[in-house]
Structure formats: C-alpha cells, structure tokens
C-alpha cells in the first residue's frame, strides 16, 4: 500500500517540481516577468529581435506605438493569449536553436498585426478606399512590412 502512495506522490510531485523549476528559470534568469510588460526593451531580452528593436527606435512608430500596439490585439485577453503562445513558440525555438536568423512574420502574427494597421490608420484607409486595391487580397505589410522597423 506504501509503494502506491510512494508513485502517487512522484507522479504528482515530478511535474510539480518541473513547472516549478520552468517558472523559477523563465520568471527568474530569463526575465519573463518583462513580457508582462509594454516596454519594448523586453523585446530584445532574446538576441534574436535586436534588429527589429534597433529599427523601431529609427522608424516614426516609435514616437505613435510599442511593440505591443501592432503585434497583440487590442483586448487585454488576446494580448497577453498572444504573449503567451508567442513567448512560449519562441522560447522553445531559441532553445532547441531552431530560431530563423531571419525574422519573417507569419500566420496569426501578420493577421494580429494588420488588424493593428487596420485599427490605427482606419481613417486612412477610409479615405483611400481600403478594400479597393487593384489587385485582391493585397494587405498592408505587403507594401509596408518596414514601416515599424525600418531599415
């Protein structure tokens, strides 16, 4: 009977002491806590965004948005949904080193992040006729992908 309250514990207490010792280590030496964050310094805690850091600091959105401002939703919930699955893709990425050297935004990225132009430049794209370009399908970041971090 005391083997099996012996397994109960170690298959409880094993997982326990992992998520623990993950969140000592991501909120701890990993600086995690910065995600939490709107400041866009915590962006480049991970070598990899330097690049889109320095070129934010150099584009007219520096003095209008943060990082935050054009890659989560405007929703408190979908910020940090995103944060999350973000922080978490790219951690797991950055450490078993299969990270882009390249940073190309994809999939529910660039949809999260043209909804963000979308929701900020709606009287311009008002007054151009959004939706009425020549060719269908085009999106902002498609013409404009280094507006927020120029180059």
């Not at 623990?20 to 990899?48: K, W």
């Not at 919930?77 to 940073?103: E, P, R, V």
Request: one cysteine or more.
């Amino acid at each position: 009977m005391r083997e099996k309250g012996t397994a109960a514990a170690f298959l409880v207490g094993m997982p326990a002491g992992v998520l623990l010792g993950l969140s000592i280590y991501t909120f701890g030496y990993a600086r995690g806590h910065s995600y939490l964050t709107d400041d866009p310094a915590a962006c480049v805690n991970c070598h990899p965004m330097r690049e889109q850091y320095e070129g934010w600091i150099k584009s007219s959105h520096r003095r209008a948005a943060v990082c935050n401002d054009c890659h989560t939703p405007g929703d408190r919930l979908g910020k940090y949904t995103t944060k999350l699955l973000n922080g978490f893709s790219h951690s797991l990425a950055f450490t078993a080193g299969q990270f882009a050297d390249a940073i190309r935004i994809r999939g529910r990225n660039r949809a999260v992040t043209q909804a963000s132009c979308n929701r900020c430049h709606q009287e311009i794209l008002a007054a151009i006729g959004a939706g009425r370009h020549p060719r269908e399908g085009v999106e902002c970041l498609d013409c404009h992908r280094d507006v927020g971090h120029a180059h």
